[in-house]
């Protein structure tokens, strides 16, 4: 498993692809067969984007323990409100909150990962 803490090149691309596979789902019709397949990969990736996390979570938290703890909890609220659209809007339930929630937990969740020490040197 040591290619998992490696680097943070397997985390950050699981990520990107979970995050452009909930945009294809949340913008496909909530009836078609086609949304449900889009749906189920994106599951797949977010339990790829927990594994490498988590991973590189166990490896690194004992340099700052609260800043990992705060990203790893940030990017469960984010899976968890991407769930919530995707399932609440094929309920045709309103979701407006549920969208500015993934916002405002995705931008925290990116800011706290970039300034933390093994991020990308953004800030």
């Known amino acids: 498993m040591d290619f998992l803490i490696d680097s943070t090149h397997v985390h950050i691309t699981t990520w990107v692809i979970g995050i452009v596979l909930f945009l294809v789902a949340a913008f496909m019709n909530p009836a078609s067969k086609g949304r449900k397949i889009v749906h ?6 977010y339990i790829l984007i927990l594994i490498s996390g988590l991973a590189l979570f166990i490896e690194y938290s004992s340099s700052d323990a609260m800043m990992y703890g705060l990203k790893f ?8 409100m991407m769930e919530m659209v995707l399932v609440r809007s094929k309920k045709q339930k309103p979701v407006t909150m549920f969208w500015a929630l993934f916002a405002v ?7 706290i990962g970039f300034m933390l020490p093994i991020g990308l040197d953004l800030f």
């Not at 189920?40 to 990736?45: E, G, T």
């Not at 937990?105 to 800011?111: D, G, H, I, W």
């Open 73 to 80: 909890l940030f990017g469960l609220v984010t899976i968890g």
């Open 105 to 111: 937990s995705l931008f925290v969740t990116l800011f």
């Open 40 to 45: 189920m990969v994106a599951r797949l990736f």
